[in-house]
């Protein structure tokens, strides 16, 4: 299996599988003499692990990250930086009634006809669990551009959305476990969360995602557009079916005079359609973006599928899971984010 680095100038090569011993990972390119903030990276860890409150899975998983090498005395040594998360919690045996069926919309079919052989516990490396990877190097890359603030958001669950009616709190995001910047509506997408739940099923939603302070000049035109990175790190997290940056699909409606971001005399513009970004370079302005997540795959509800033989089948699933992955995939979006900026600005550093 190839593919598991991810950057350019800052590099994660991560490693692991959900059932397996331990999941971790080596990040490169961080430059030498950065204080890390060590609780900020559990923090991160924290807000995206397993249990955390009765709308997410129940799998209890402390993750605590061991930091292998290229850290000493508290700050970066230049050299790869190598950490490592125990798995604590794996439950193998929920999974054994589909060691030989493809549930619906997982990796299993696919994985198989690739590799001819899949871990089906848990998915296996396809598991989100690999995303606590992406959250500690993301952490990381916060630590190299602290002057620029990443915040996502849900934005919708279902058909419950922010709109005119719902004002928006940022400070509300991490009060709720819905991580909703309305109050209101958190309490809404939490009952319907929960009704979801109860009836087997599951329901996806949209997360929102604002970059501030970033500086102009991020991102290489041609094949190392700003947007276009951001649009594949979004892309690559599990359960992700869209991304859409600036205007994103309601500009088609606009006439080129309405959609046009006049610059005023101190540089910004008077409008933001093109989200913070224009010809894949960033232009100083607010960075805003949307992720469309799917359903969580795995229904406590029967399906019609097939097994190795072709077999006509019914599964079932059967153990832990999340109704709804949006409240946990917050950070997620924003380590991905980080990891992308942080990338474009070591980039810029070294071509200048």
């Not at 899949?118 to 598991?127: A, E, I, K, N, P």
């Not at 035109?221 to 869209?242: D, R, S």
């Not at 970004?277 to 607010?286: A, E, T, Y």
Request: charged content about 20%; proline content about 4%; glycine content about 10%.
């Amino acid at each position: 299996m190839a593919s598991n680095t991810f950057g350019k100038q800052l590099q994660l090569t991560s490693f692991g599988e959900s059932h397996g011993v331990s999941i971790g990972g080596i990040i490169d390119g961080v430059p030498a003499g950065i204080q890390l903030d060590f609780e900020a990276i559990q923090l991160e860890l924290d807000r995206r692990k397993p249990g955390q409150s009765s709308i997410v899975t129940q799998r209890k998983e402390s993750d605590v990250v061991h930091f292998k090498s290229g850290v000493f005395e508290g700050k970066t040594t230049g050299m790869p930086i190598g950490f490592e998360i125990k798995n604590a919690d794996q439950k193998s045996k929920d999974y054994g009634h589909i060691k030989d069926i493809y549930r619906p919309s997982h990796a299993d079919f696919t994985y198989t006809k690739k590799y001819g052989e899949r871990d089906y516990r848990g998915g296996g490396r396809s598991s989100a669990r690999e995303t606590a990877n992406w959250v500690v190097a993301g952490a990381i890359a916060k630590q190299i551009i602290p002057e620029i603030e990443i915040s996502a958001y849900t934005f919708s669950v279902g058909e419950l959305s922010i709109n005119d009616e719902y004002k928006i709190d940022m400070s509300q995001i991490e009060k709720n476990p819905v991580r909703c910047p309305n109050a209101k509506l958190a309490q809404q997408m939490e009952t319907y969360i929960k009704q979801i739940r109860k009836e087997g099923d599951t329901i996806g939603g949209q997360v929102k995602c604002i970059i501030n302070n970033v500086p102009i000049g991020l991102g290489d035109p041609i094949f190392e557009k700003l947007h276009a990175n951001l649009a594949k790190a979004m892309m690559t997290i599990n359960a992700v079916k869209g991304f859409e940056y600036g205007s994103g699909f309601s500009g088609t409606t606009l006439k080129g005079s309405q959609h046009n971001d006049e610059i005023l005399s101190n540089q910004q513009t008077k409008t933001n359609f093109s989200g913070g970004i224009q010809g894949g370079i960033s232009n100083g302005m607010p960075i805003e973006f949307t992720v469309a997540f799917k359903p969580v795959a795995t229904l406590m509800k029967a399906q019609s599928s097939i097994d190795q033989s072709n077999k006509q089948v019914t599964v079932e699933g059967k153990g832990r899971h999340d109704p709804c992955v949006v409240p946990r995939a917050i950070p997620i979006v924003e380590a991905m984010a980080a990891l992308v900026l942080a990338d474009a600005f070591l980039i810029n550093k070294i071509n200048r």
